[in-house]
């Protein structure tokens, strides 16, 4: 069965840095894209990074790009998103997840969250002084 656990989230100050990690069981991550996506209290799950099975094409949101880093360690099974900076804004709960739909490009990722099919729990980050 295909899962996905996230971990490594917190509360640091502003201008700290996280790194969450997203490990998979079930299957191999380079099978598939991996994308991280964060929702906070009272708004919709936005897309934040992700990752294409070959690890070669990447896409960071607006709001994360030159901040945030998305990664993946084969041998260890997991993606992992470096947040650096982090703002207030960054605050919410942050999900990993597969897009298990056939793909014909390596480097190739969507941002989502549509056609994200198999879910993390979350794990939260809190930005506060």
């Known amino acids: 069965q295909l899962q996905l656990a996230e971990s490594g989230g917190g509360l640091v100050q502003p201008g700290g840095s996280l790194r969450l990690s997203c490990a998979a069981s079930?299957?191999?991550?380079?099978?598939?894209?991996i994308g991280w996506f964060r929702q906070a209290p009272g708004k919709e799950r936005e897309a934040v990074s992700c990752?294409?099975?070959?690890?070669?094409?990447?896409y960071h949101a607006d709001s994360v790009q030159g901040r945030f880093t998305i990664s993946r360690d084969k041998a260890k099974n997991t993606v992992y998103l470096q947040t650096n900076s982090l703002k207030p804004e960054d605050t919410a709960v942050y999900y990993c997840?597969?897009?298990?739909?056939?793909?014909?490009?390596?480097?190739?990722?969507?941002?989502?969250?549509?056609?994200?099919?198999?879910w993390g729990q979350g794990t939260q980050i809190t930005v506060s002084s």
């Open positions: 997840a597969a897009d298990v739909r056939p793909n014909p490009w390596d480097a190739f990722c969507s941002p989502g969250p549509a056609g994200y099919d198999y």
């Open positions: 079930g299957f191999t991550l380079d099978q598939y894209s």
């Open positions: 990752i294409s099975r070959d690890g070669a094409g990447t």
